[in-house]
């Protein structure tokens, strides 16, 4: 009797030890891998249903109920009783002789349901359950991380620095996911170490192996609109939508801003007061330095503005090669092109058309500022006429009436008050 009560004791033991291991398996990757109960329960499940087809055949029918706050589970593997003599499917059939072994009180037709322990498996079995269980897991894991971030592509995340590479960086989110930044994604001043946090866009993701490859990118013009949004109130609730993007990273970046609203300044918003809103953005960017412009259809006028801070004189628009010639005073020559070119190719960028810089050294000594018509016309009229590259009276009367209408936006009986005056001072007719 002693005997018998030892090797019960024994059974209990290996099948309390079995329930640990398991439960210790599905517990841990519970609180790291942040997986629901939910999803925990189903997984465990759809693993013991995998690991007792194995054992008793595929056709075998059971009811699997797991607890995974606590680590109980039920088994029990269901059968239809059969009269004695004629059992037709043993997987799914049990006879009577041996039902009521298993319950007493059972008859022909009824299901008998048989408890099954984690003891009724070999050693060999429970490790690999465990080993089905942690596969699972982590595809689930994998799954999950990738349908968090497929649609995530050029949103704003942030996350703390992990590893610093050579060749990337790898950073961690709030959930403690994965994300790449690699060398060619990084503002070229970066500099990061472990525990530091950054932010970036979104670039890609993609399945290397089995694995979500999650990219994320510091250099993208996405990243900039980004941040502007969020620093910016207008832009976030769509008062001032942004029309263009275009970067040299950590060098200059132009902006091509529109307002539907006549009130709102869609540049001076975006700058704020003494440049307060864009600072945050120039010093997430590594000091690059931002250019904001006022949108227009007059390409004239756009290429004007995004040669900013080089006032031009005129400009020749051929729009069937996409090219502009560009001619100013020899002094603004390099304004336009800027350090290291990054002006000019951006301006390119920004207006879609090829702009070419000329110099225009004919000097003009019968001509007259603009600003010497101040007492006839009003001063926003002047910089009408100035923002166009007209800043002389001869530089006036250099474009057809119908081009200075068009790219002035002004009213005609305006510009035709302005070229009489003109041609009245340099004596013209």
């Known amino acids: 009797m002693k005997k018998e009560k030892s090797s019960k004791s024994n059974v209990l033991d290996k099948d309390s030890e079995s329930r640990l291991n398991l439960l210790m398996t599905f517990q841990e990757f519970k609180e790291l891998k942040s997986i629901d109960r939910e999803s925990m329960m189903k997984i465990l499940e759809d693993v013991m249903h995998a690991a007792l087809g194995k054992k008793f055949g595929t056709e075998a029918v059971f009811s699997v109920v797991v607890n995974v706050d606590n680590g109980d589970w039920l088994i029990q593997r269901i059968r239809e009783v059969v009269a004695d003599g004629e059992l037709e499917n043993e997987f799914t059939q049990i006879e009577l002789k041996d039902a009521v072994k298993i319950e007493a009180d059972l008859e022909e037709g009824e299901d008998c349901y048989e408890t099954i322990r984690m003891n009724d498996f070999a050693r060999r079995e429970i490790l690999a359950l465990r080993q089905n269980l942690i596969t699972k897991v982590m595809e689930y894991e994998k799954d999950n991380i990738y349908k968090k971030y497929e649609h995530r592509i050029g949103e704003l995340v942030s996350g703390e620095v992990s590893q610093v590479w050579r060749k990337e960086i790898l950073v961690l989110d709030e959930d403690g996911v994965e994300l790449v930044l690699p060398k060619s994604e990084q503002i070229p001043a970066d500099k990061y170490k472990k525990g530091d946090t950054l932010m970036a866009v979104v670039s890609s993701v993609n399945i290397k192996g089995s694995t979500p490859v999650i990219i994320i990118s510091r250099t993208a013009p996405t990243f900039l609109e980004r941040l502007m949004e969020n620093e910016i109130p207008e832009v976030f609730d769509g008062l001032i939508t942004i029309k263009n993007v275009v970067r040299s990273p950590g060098?200059?970046?132009?902006?091509?801003?529109?307002?539907?609203?006549?009130?709102?300044?869609?540049?001076?918003?975006?700058?704020?007061?003494?440049?307060?809103?864009?600072?945050?953005?120039?010093?997430?960017?590594?000091?690059?330095?931002?250019?904001?412009?006022?949108?227009?259809?007059?390409?004239?006028?756009?290429?004007?503005?995004?040669?900013?801070?080089?006032?031009?004189?005129?400009?020749?628009?051929?729009?069937?090669?996409?090219?502009?010639?560009?001619?100013?005073?020899?002094?603004?020559?390099?304004?336009?092109?800027?350090?290291?070119?990054?002006?000019?190719?951006?301006?390119?960028?920004?207006?879609?058309?090829?702009?070419?810089?000329?110099?225009?050294?004919?000097?003009?000594?019968?001509?007259?500022?603009?600003?010497?018509?101040?007492?006839?016309?009003?001063?926003?009229?002047?910089?009408a006429f100035k923002s166009i590259g007209c800043d002389t009276a001869k530089s006036i009367l250099s474009l057809s009436r119908e081009e200075l209408i068009h790219r002035t936006d002004l009213e005609e009986e305006t510009v035709d008050d302005m070229i009489a005056s003109v041609k009245k001072e340099l004596e013209v007719d």
């Open 251 to 383: 060098e200059r970046a132009k902006v091509l801003v529109e307002s539907y609203d006549d009130r709102i300044d869609p540049v001076g918003a975006c700058v704020g007061m003494k440049g307060s809103r864009i600072h945050s953005i120039v010093r997430e960017l590594r000091n690059e330095n931002i250019d904001v412009i006022n949108y227009t259809s007059n390409i004239s006028l756009l290429i004007a503005r995004a040669l900013n801070p080089a006032k031009i004189s005129s400009i020749e628009i051929d729009n069937e090669s996409k090219t502009a010639n560009v001619y100013m005073k020899p002094d603004q020559v390099s304004l336009a092109i800027g350090k290291g070119g990054y002006n000019i190719k951006l301006a390119s960028k920004l207006s879609g058309y090829e702009i070419d810089v000329f110099r225009d050294d004919v000097i003009e000594e019968e001509d007259v500022d603009l600003n010497e018509f101040s007492d006839e016309f009003d001063q926003w009229v002047i910089d």
